[in-house]
């Protein structure tokens, strides 16, 4: 099983900054994808950022929204992911959510599982 957990959000205004982090725990062979979703009051879950290694080589795909604005890492020895958030806008006001696949032993065999972490609230005022 893997336990994420996001901290770091707030109540920032137009223009301001923040970081979100994301911590992953537990029992696990490897994490693949990890990646940041939002959810705004009334408006489906979207995606803002994921990222993946591959070799020494890191993977990244923003949503279109937030290209030149966000930038997502990750540190593979501690497990974590954080989202450098600038220029933030009172558009970008929602929770955001950690979300990863692992691969894990399970049920006698290898498999991946998909984890969402509970989410931090964001609130950016005009």
């Known amino acids: 099983q893997v336990q994420l957990v996001e901290s770091g959000g707030g109540l920032v205004q137009a223009g301001g900054s923040l970081r979100l982090s994301c911590a992953a725990s537990?029992?696990?062979?490897?994490?693949?994808?990890m990646g940041w979703y939002r959810q705004a009051p009334g408006k489906q879950r979207e995606l803002v950022a994921t990222?993946?290694?591959?070799?020494?080589?890191?993977?990244?795909n923003y949503a279109d929204s937030v290209k030149g604005r966000f930038t997502v890492s990750r540190d593979n020895a501690k497990n974590t992911m954080f989202l450098q958030m600038n220029s933030l806008k009172p558009e970008d006001t929602a929770v955001y959510y950690c979300?990863?696949?692992?691969?894990?032993?399970?049920?006698?065999?290898?498999?991946?599982?998909?984890?969402w972490g509970q989410g931090t609230q964001v609130t950016v005022s005009s």
């Open positions: 979300n990863c696949n692992a691969r894990i032993y399970s049920g006698g065999g290898l498999g991946t599982y998909d984890y």
């Open positions: 537990g029992t696990f062979v490897s994490i693949g994808t």
């Open positions: 990222i993946v290694t591959r070799g020494s080589i890191n993977y990244i």
